[in-house]
């Protein structure tokens, strides 16, 4: 029976097979390319199979090659700078062919000695620039394929496995196909269309598609979020040295090596080498490094390394990309975990200035086509265009087995236990959950708080979500729920109607956030929130523009969004039911919550937002209007009221920043104290962006109010030197910091108990200055802060917070 079994298996198998190679009819070119003399493997040798399936790609770091074409006639190319091309004509069966090739390097002529103020290499490089400036206007936009993968390699101890070779082992690997899209003057789009990864990595966390937005013949290229100027950029002569150390022939056409040397370490440049096409004046191929004004990561080293193929003889796009980053992230002297990073990129079949439906752009930077989620090995076969190194496909294995070994160093006891810890917290972040936050909460009104939250994508382009719990100290039942019609496939307009009974804050809630009360509750009695019960009903309708950003784990937001509703609610006061902290027992109770007038409100109301949310920064300057009017006759009391909050962030010298902030609120009628505005604040040393650090918290209150925060950043003084490892290897920036504010009461505000304006204190304002020191240990920002108002003499405090990107 076991023998019939094998048997059948084993002509199904070739059946199978046998099926696929009938439909895709597709063969093998595969190969190592080396250096004629030393007979180093060489990359990024560009391979070009031109004949009845023509196609091409670019040889890996060990030399290796594969093409999967159609069986005929092919004529090879392969090329490479500084060495001169080699063609090969084939027969190409079903069989495959492997073709081995050597490179033999082209003559190098050394730049003449010329007794001259301007290197030769400058005056290349300022025709390589006009003419760049010259055709940049005629490309719009275009599509291209793309092949990514991502590999992370670490010590033997941070990847949990030895691959018994040396101390280095492959942790994970991502892989991706997905086709691009471009359109001036930054549109970006990539649709994965297959993609795989180690067993050790969620299929949801691999979206790696990192296309020509890593373009080094661009004005500027983004490390980390930190603008470098190319040198290709317009002003690429002032910043720049550029040194012709020779040219070579290849095929008659000359290519130019050139030296690049930033002129000075007051801004973010490169260094390296760049090889240019004299005749097309078009770059070939760049190996560049970020100077020290670039601050990496745990200072750590990275290399860019493109290259370039020139389109229609006049556009040149980069056909391959290797990113190469290592560092020690060393952590209070310890233990320093080593970390490396290889990204590799190939973009082929390009489609130069044909149109592209602008709705594609609409959508988030990366997106993942359906048909990825199932992998299919006819794909990978037919587009392979990079093959793997063998180590790469042992680490598929080998991940895969140490994850099945108990006895394995990556499912140790303790590993094991820590990573069902971590998983079983990180479900919690993902899909159908909304977020840890909403299972287990603390403040002074209702306790503890247990609940859960979950959000799903249902049919007909819909979204629901519902979120129910129960405050302990309060006794009192939550829930809230919301169904949003999306009302076209792009999602950029929607009605949504919501229904809650919740405990709502009165301050702004992105200041301090459920977790931070959480924590500061908890442990010490402080809690930020003003609350009261609000229970209600209400309909939106919002139509949002722009290409979706990220906001928090799976949700993205629309930069701009116009937005108008209407809302019942019935509002309660909220008073304080617990007096536990775990480490201020014996401590003064909570602070009070402030009262609020009772009743029902029918509230219309309107937003208009433009690059801006209030939950992080998405832009370098953006705002957000506000509007609310509580219509009289179904209404407690009748009023109206105007918000603005904005952002903006400008360069004021090349490695200098500065932030400015401006907050505002006007009411109109009789404004129930529910809806007073508040000067936001530090607690408990802590503190978030563009607050009063120098203030109480909750000091002072207004139906009006207006707040302006100014941050200078004056970057490392520096670039390179105060990076203390364990400490600041990130750089350490100096910050310079001033805010003020005003509150005040109108005739109509409804004041049920004795609340303090900045208008009632003898300076009417608020105001404060500051030092801080920012990206201590990478994450941390230390603030000195002086209070200027409502004292005889300066009061001064120490405030840490997150680190300002």
């Not at 001259?116 to 300022?126: C, F, I, Y």
């Amino acid at each position: 029976m076991k023998t019939l079994t094998f048997i059948l298996c084993t002509l199904i198998s070739c059946l199978i097979v046998h099926d696929g190679m009938l439909a895709t009819q597709l063969s093998t070119i595969r190969g190592t390319i080396k250096d004629a003399e030393t007979g180093e493997p060489l990359k990024f040798v560009t391979i070009k199979a031109i004949g009845i399936d023509s196609k091409a790609t670019v040889t890996s770091k060990q030399g290796t090659y594969l093409l999967r074409v159609k069986e005929g006639d092919y004529s090879l190319t392969f090329s490479m700078v500084g060495y001169t091309s080699a063609t090969k004509n084939i027969t190409l069966t079903s069989a495959g062919i492997v073709i081995d090739m050597q490179l033999s390097q082209s003559a190098f002529r050394s730049a003449e000695v010329i007794v001259s103020a301007e290197d030769p290499g400058v005056k290349l490089m300022r025709s390589v620039i006009q003419k760049k400036q010259q055709w940049r206007d005629s490309l719009q936009q275009y599509t291209y394929m793309l092949y990514t993968k991502f590999v992370v390699s670490a010590d033997t101890l941070t990847a949990g496995r030895s691959s018994g070779r040396n101390d280095t082992s492959i942790f994970s690997i991502l892989e991706s196909y997905s086709k691009g899209y471009f359109a001036k003057p930054d549109k970006f789009f990539n649709e994965i269309l297959q993609k795989r990864q180690t067993a050790n990595i969620p299929p949801q966390a691999n979206f790696v598609a990192f296309g020509t937005n890593i373009n080094c013949y661009e004005d500027v290229v983004s490390i980390t979020g930190e603008e470098v100027y190319s040198p290709f950029h317009p002003n690429a002569l002032d910043y720049y040295d550029f040194i012709l150390e020779g040219t070579s022939s290849d095929d008659g056409e000359e290519i130019a090596k050139i030296q690049v040397k930033p002129k000075t370490m007051q801004r973010r440049l490169f260094s390296g080498v760049i090889h240019i096409q004299k005749q097309q004046l078009s770059p070939v191929f760049v190996s560049l490094v970020p100077n020290r004004a670039v601050k990496l990561p745990f200072d750590a080293s990275f290399i860019i390394e493109q290259s370039f193929q020139e389109f229609e003889s006049r556009f040149a796009l980069p056909v391959s990309l290797r990113i190469y980053s290592s560092l020690s992230a060393e952590i209070l002297f310890l233990f320093a975990p080593r970390v490396d990073i290889t990204i590799e990129t190939v973009a082929y079949e390009y489609a130069i200035n044909q149109e592209i439906n602008p709705e594609i752009f609409e959508q988030r930077r990366v997106e993942v086509n359906e048909k990825a989620q199932v992998f299919d090995s006819t794909f990978w076969n037919e587009q392979v265009v990079l093959p793997l190194k063998l180590e790469e496909e042992q680490a598929y294995v080998q991940i895969q087995k140490s994850l099945e070994d108990p006895d394995s160093l990556a499912t140790s006891a303790f590993n094991s236990l820590l990573g069902d810890v971590s998983r079983f917290f990180q479900q919690f972040q993902q899909r159908p959950f909304t977020g840890f936050e909403n299972i287990l909460r603390y403040n002074r009104v209702h306790g503890a708080y247990t609940g859960i939250g979950l959000q799903f994508t249902q049919q007909f382009n819909a979204e629901t979500g519902v979120q129910v719990g129960y405050g302990w100290a309060d006794k009192k039942p939550y829930i809230d729920l919301f169904h949003r019609q999306y009302l076209d496939k792009s999602k950029k307009q929607f009605i949504e109607a919501q229904a809650y009974s919740t405990l709502s804050r009165r301050d702004n809630p992105y200041v301090i956030g459920v977790n931070g009360i959480n924590t500061l509750s908890f442990l010490f009695k402080n809690d930020y929130g003003d609350y009261y019960y609000n229970q209600g009903m209400g309909l939106y309708w919002e139509y949002g523009w722009g290409q979706l950003r990220f906001l928090r784990r799976e949700d993205f937001i629309r930069p701009s969004a116009i937005r108008f509703g209407i809302r019942q609610e019935h509002h309660e006061p909220a008073f304080v039911n617990t007096n536990y902290a775990l480490l201020a027992r014996d401590a003064v109770s909570f602070r009070g919550n402030p009262l609020i007038l009772t009743g029902t409100y029918t509230i219309v109301n309107g937003e208009f937002r433009y690059q801006f949310t209030p939950v992080r920064r998405i832009s370098t300057g953006g705002f957000i209007i506000t509007a609310n009017h509580a219509i009289k006759s179904v209404s407690e009391v009748s009023f109206s009221q105007l918000g603005f909050q904005s952002f903006y962030r400008t360069p004021t010298l090349p490695l200098w920043r500065l932030d400015m902030r401006l907050t505002g609120g006007w009411s109109w009628g009789d404004i129930p104290p529910q809806r007073f505005y508040s000067l936001e604040s530090s607690i408990s040393s802590t503190a978030g962006d563009g607050v009063f650090r120098g203030m109480n918290v909750k000091e002072f209150y207004g139906d009006r109010f207006a707040a302006l925060s100014m941050e200078h950043s004056f970057g490392e003084v520096i670039p390179g030197v105060l990076r203390i490892p364990s400490i600041a290897s990130f750089g350490i920036e100096f910050i310079l910091t001033g805010s003020i504010g005003w509150t005040d009461f109108s005739k109509g505000a409804i004041l049920l108990q004795p609340l303090p304006s900045t208008s009632q204190s003898q300076d009417t304002y608020y105001y404060e200055t500051g030092i801080a020191l920012n990206r201590i240990l990478l994450f941390f920002r230390l603030d000195f802060s002086a209070r200027h108002s409502q004292r005889m003499q300066p009061e001064y405090r120490f405030t840490i917070s997150s680190a300002t990107f």
